[in-house]
């Protein structure tokens, strides 16, 4: 079983940057298609990104696009996403998320396909 940890949420203006990580533990993230998801007060919980088990795929709501980075480093168990530009509408608290793979091409964009969540970190953007 994965345990996940996020980190790296704040307050920011508008235009700002932050980086976000994952710490993972229990169990080597490599086998994990890792996905980050957002909720904003009143909504559901929303997909964001998310990265094959190598790294070599990555995908991205239209709302992000462009503007968010996801990466992972198996050897550190960690996933990171680098957001630039930020909106005031990214203003969430932003979940890690985990899904077992059996295939390096597999990736997942949906809330219910993932078995492991972290706690979240909050993310405010000031207009």
């Known amino acids: 079983q994965v345990q996940l940890v996020e980190s790296g949420g704040g307050l920011v203006q508008a235009g700002g940057s932050l980086r976000l990580s994952c710490a993972a533990s229990g169990h080597t993230i490599s086998m994990y298609v890792m996905g980050w998801f957002r909720q904003a007060p009143g909504k559901e919980r929303e997909f964001v990104t998310t990265?094959?088990?190598?790294?070599?795929?990555?995908y991205y709501a239209a709302s992000v696009k462009g503007r968010f980075t996801i990466s992972r480093d198996n050897a550190k168990n960690t996933v990171y996403l680098q957001m630039n530009s930020l909106k005031s509408e990214d203003t969430a608290v932003y979940y890690c998320?985990?899904?077992?793979?059996?295939?390096?091409?597999?990736?997942?964009?949906?809330?219910?396909?993932?078995?492991?969540w972290g706690q979240g970190t909050q993310v405010t953007v000031s207009s």
């Open positions: 990265v094959t088990r190598s790294g070599s795929s990555t």
């Open positions: 998320a985990a899904r077992l793979a059996y295939s390096g091409s597999d990736f997942y964009t949906n809330v219910h396909e993932y078995a492991y």
